[in-house]
């Protein structure tokens, strides 16, 4: 963990302009291939969803500026990224969990599900250790959604990335996956964003 050079950072005047807005998040939907990853998680009796899930945080950790955060009057460069994700309870509820990021699946998968066993044996909504170095992700299996908002805590400095993840869909005999991302303008643009689903979508095909 490091801290940014913001005086010499070439994204100074941007970072300083979002910062005056009381909102500085922005967020957009777009569908990813999972085909491949679908089958190949039926195949081999795998969660299909801990697998895209891997192949988003290999992505997140890939992009520079999806591991800044807004600490203070400083912006802190993480290592590595963690998953903060959603695990749903058998009552309809749901906790927040927070597990260790590997880039090994076999590691990542067994982290997911030590993490999954306590929330289902816990009432707690909240897991007991936290760091702003993750993001934050949600599945709603429920509908294909096209478009998406995130709860706004009303701190203008939040800085993890949250993502969400909707319900299958079939066209033109390809599985594609609604994947709804929002970060903060102060730290992340567009070209970011994009540099993220291009990462996304190839680790996704590396699924065999």
Request: contains cysteine; aromatic residues 14%.
């Amino acid at each position: 963990m490091k801290y940014l050079d913001i005086e010499n950072w070439n994204r100074k005047q941007l970072f300083d302009h979002f910062r005056t807005m009381a909102d500085p998040t922005f967020g957009l939907v777009a569908d990813v291939e999972v085909s491949k990853t679908y089958q190949s998680a039926k195949e081999k009796g795998e969660s299909f969803f801990v697998r895209y899930l891997h192949a988003c945080m290999k992505a997140i950790n890939s992009v520079e500026n999806l591991k800044y955060r807004i600490e203070g009057d400083k912006v802190t460069i993480y290592d590595v990224i963690n998953a903060s994700t959603t695990v749903a309870r058998a009552d309809t509820t749901f906790a927040f969990s927070y597990f260790d990021y590997s880039e090994d699946f076999k590691i990542f998968n067994q982290n997911y599900r030590q993490e999954k066993e306590r929330i289902q044996n816990t009432t707690d909504l909240l897991p007991p250790r936290y760091s702003l170095g993750c993001i934050h992700s949600s599945a709603i299996p429920w509908v294909s959604f096209t478009g998406h908002k995130e709860p706004f805590s009303g701190n203008k400095d939040t800085s993890v990335p949250q993502l969400a993840f909707g319900k299958l869909k079939e066209e033109n005999d390809k599985m594609l996956l609604p994947v709804a991302i929002n970060v903060n303008h102060a730290l992340v643009d567009g070209y970011h964003v994009g540099q993220f689903f291009e990462k996304f979508q190839q680790e996704l095909d590396k699924i065999d």
